[in-house]
DNA sequence: CCACGTCCATTCCGCCAGGTTATGGCGACG
DNA sequence: CGTCGCCATAACCTGGCGGAATGGACGTGG
């Protein structure tokens, strides 16, 4: 009776995969999971969409039909979805953390001033999305950490610098010290984001520094409060930007400068067909990164 | 996350209603959970749709803008499905129990001989819904009785009419009785078809025909099966067509003719948008309805 | 020819979204 | 000021979704 919008990516999914496991796991469903929707969307439709064989899934001619509609259809919905958001003079901002550290307020606030009437809706995003948001069309537009794998499709700019420091738990041996080299840290446990994004995970781990020494991942996190509560425990450390010593001050975890590492780079993104609202709101981070980098 | 066909059609019932209360009963749910969705709907798009007051509910300015875009994202859906069940070269066919009778296999076969390859998919429709998935957009193209309500927004032809004849009871004190005349059933409780469709549920309550006299349904029934058994115990009788007594049959239930009501018509009707394979189906019913009219 | 790997289907189970009924709060209206 | 209509909330129930484990069919390599 009813057909959403899960289960048109789904069946993108797996045309494009053509093979049920992968286009699970790519899904993070499991594989009966996608059996049983991809049934019920047959069932709807009165109509076989793929020959099943040992080798994979291949289109019918149905599925070929339908496969050339449905990037319109969940287009069209997302344009919809995104007017309907311009009309009520809200514009959602997905983040991650701290991504924009003490200019995010000053943003918001410019932003407000331009755009008289309009609020702002900030959504912070879990690690496991480095894009927060803005891949899965949540959001027209993010303030995140560069860089993220995807980056090329949107639309991307700077915003500034700031060294990396390292979270560790006050009973860490190394917690005494002033400054610790990157070096001396290379075989802690750390406490990584999840998810498989390749550079941005891979920039947060220091893969370029560690010079090919396996990482040994001592916890997974997706929030500040888990991560915290991660490093306190002793479950590893972590490279973050040093602004975290101001925004993620706690007992028992203690940041400490470390050389050897590269600075974290702020930025925003956004959609590239986006509105007006987005492109005023990108304005407004860029006259503002400067006053934020010197902080 | 996610969002169906049902969250829109909920979102236009409430906003053509302007009542939440009456755009439940209209969609055959409670309000709470119109609330409710409606509110998921809300959160989902972070906007507010409507304004709420006692008066009723009405449309923001994001609300108009999702209004105006909702017709076209269901319509595409629609067009989609539909295309997709061309491309299978399956016709997907509604009908009413015994809509077309003989007729119904020579026409199918008269298709399959036209369109060589395709398969036609019979939709049995409740008695609920006249128009046997035409209305919904289930179906493109139906077999069914006239008249009903809406017709004039669809394509509909004439096949055939026959005589109505009444079933009831073989405990029936009229059982026996080789024709009845229909004023001497005015006081019994009848079968009824559910639901509100006025003409169609009319002609088979046959209202015309009774001068003002209150009807008493004895009985609702949605399904042949549940029907004759309704008949069987004698919880009432109802006027069917003449095709019934072979069609349908039953230990306990017998069929005698009636004098003084209209015959009953069987039609095809279809999507003024339907594409060549129903206007091919369309032409099959009517090259076989002459032939169907003198069974 | 058999043993194994791959891929899709099936089964069973826990859980949540979406439904229902009952009830509360609030403004409009007589 | 009582009453009615309308929407929100609470408590509860159930069907369907998703997960883990398993089965069955097919191809492939030793």
Redesign the interface.
């Known amino acids: 009776?009813?057909?959403?919008?899960?289960l048109l990516r789904y069946f993108t999914a797996i045309a494009e995969e053509g093979n049920l496991t992968r286009a699970a796991q790519r899904l993070f469903v499991s594989q009966p999971a996608l059996t049983k929707q991809l049934k019920h969307l047959e069932s709807h439709?009165?109509?076989?969409?793929f020959t099943r064989s040992s080798t994979g899934m291949t289109l019918?001619?149905?599925?070929?039909?339908?496969a050339a509609?449905?990037p319109?259809?969940l287009g069209?919905?997302d344009?919809?979805?995104a007017?309907?958001?311009?009309?009520?003079?809200?514009l959602?901002v997905g983040f991650l953390s701290s991504a924009a550290n003490e200019a995010t307020q000053d943003i918001v606030a410019a932003f407000r001033e331009r755009r008289q009437g309009w609020r702002v809706?900030m959504?912070q995003a879990p690690w496991s999305d480095p894009t927060a948001g803005l891949a899965?069309a949540?959001v027209p537009v993010a303030l995140l950490r560069l860089p993220f794998s995807g980056q090329e499709s949107f639309g991307v700019r700077s915003l500034f610098r700031e060294p990396r420091c390292v979270a560790l738990s006050c009973t860490h041996p190394l917690a005494g010290r002033a400054e610790i080299a990157f070096t001396e840290l290379l075989d802690e446990p750390v406490v990584a984001a999840p998810g498989g994004d390749g550079v941005w995970r891979d920039h947060w781990l220091a893969m370029s520094e560690r010079e090919g020494r396996e990482v040994r991942v001592g916890a997974v996190t997706e929030q500040p409060d888990e991560f915290l509560s991660a490093i306190a425990h002793g479950y590893g450390i972590a490279l973050v930007p040093a602004s975290a010593a101001r925004f993620y001050a706690r007992p028992g975890v203690v940041y400490r400068p470390v050389t050897g590492v590269s600075p974290s780079e702020a930025g925003v993104a956004w959609h590239r067909d986006a509105d007006e609202a987005v492109t005023d709101f990108v304005r407004c981070c860029l006259a503002l990164a400067r006053a934020g980098a010197e902080v």
Chains 1, 2 share one sequence.
Request: proline share 0%; net charge positive.
């Open positions: 009776m009813d057909v959403d919008t899960r439709l009165g109509v076989r969409l019918t001619e149905a599925g070929r039909a339908l509609r449905v319109a259809l069209a919905w344009e919809a979805a007017e309907t958001r311009t009309a009520a003079r809200v959602r809706d959504r899965g949540e």
